[in-house]
T-cell receptor, first 112, second 118 residues
Framework: KAGVTQTPRYLIKTRGQQVTLSCSPISGHRSVSWYQQTPGQGLQFLFEYFSETQRNKGNFPGRFSGRQFSNSRSEMNVSTLELGDSALYLC???????????FGPGTRLTVL | AQKVTQAQTEISVVEKEDVTLDCVYETRDTTYYLFWYKQPPSGELVFLIRRNSFDEQNEISGRYSWNFQKSTSSFNFTITASQVVDSAVYFC???????????????FGKGTKLSVKP
């Protein structure tokens, strides 16, 4: 089976812009979770989608949002980018909520 | 509150040495899962192992072994005869079952950077 794929792999944006990141889960996996990784805060949970519904959300401002499509692919959007949003954004998929999560290669976002 | 602590920020060893990465966790639940992930320089988190809270048996997979002790809330990871390819950041993570107020997401430790020198 193909693994989790994320696009784009690298992104450079300026403050105030918005960005959309994409994640395609492993075939058959219905749960997609997003995590932000920064040197200071480490790996932090953003949100989880299951069957097109947001099931859980971490402690992030409303500028961070996401959605999931009927084919389980997911996108996350960050609006009004801030310098502190520079991070590696990792997507993980699992067959269902609570089962082992398998990660993609991440999207490295740089905000200038 | 759930928390995972990896006290070792960085470890450096010479090839063929054994190395143990420590992980201590906190959780209010009696049922939970513990994980280890490896993150090589490429950035992708690679799943290594999952353990549930009812299974305290140690596990060995090749050069890797894991020691789970509920009494001390620890889930340590040992690499035997380390190799240069083992160089990476290793993360310990905890997840509670997704009911009763728990979200079921992964709570990660800060990671331990392992450098294996030839």
């Amino acid at each position: 089976k193909a693994g989790v794929t994320q696009t784009p792999r690298y992104l450079i944006k300026t403050r105030g812009q918005q960005v959309t990141l994409s994640c395609s889960p492993i075939s058959g996996h219905r749960s997609v979770s997003w995590y932000q990784q920064t040197p200071g805060q480490g790996l932090q949970f953003l949100f989880e989608y299951f069957s097109e519904t947001q099931r859980n959300k971490g402690n992030f401002p409303g500028r961070f949002s996401g959605r999931q499509f009927s084919n389980s692919r997911s996108e996350m959007n960050v609006s009004t980018l801030e310098l502190g949003d520079s991070a590696l954004y990792l997507c993980a998929s699992s067959p269902q909520t609570g089962s082992t999560q398998y990660f993609g290669p991440g999207t490295r976002l740089t905000v200038l | 509150a759930q928390k995972v602590t990896q006290a070792q920020t960085e470890i450096s060893v010479v090839e063929k040495e054994d190395v143990t990465l420590d992980c201590v966790y906190e959780t209010r639940d009696t049922t939970y899962y513990l994980f280890w992930y490896k993150q090589p320089p490429s950035g992708e988190l690679v799943f290594l192992i999952r353990r549930n809270s009812f299974d305290e048996q140690n596990e060995i997979s090749g050069r890797y072994s894991w020691n789970f002790q509920k009494s001390t809330s620890s889930f340590n990871f040992t690499i035997t005869a380390s190799q240069v390819v083992d160089s990476a950041v290793y993360f310990c993570a905890l997840s509670e079952l997704p009911y009763g107020g728990s979200q079921g997401n992964l709570i990660f430790g800060k990671g331990t950077k392992l450098s294996v020198k030839p």
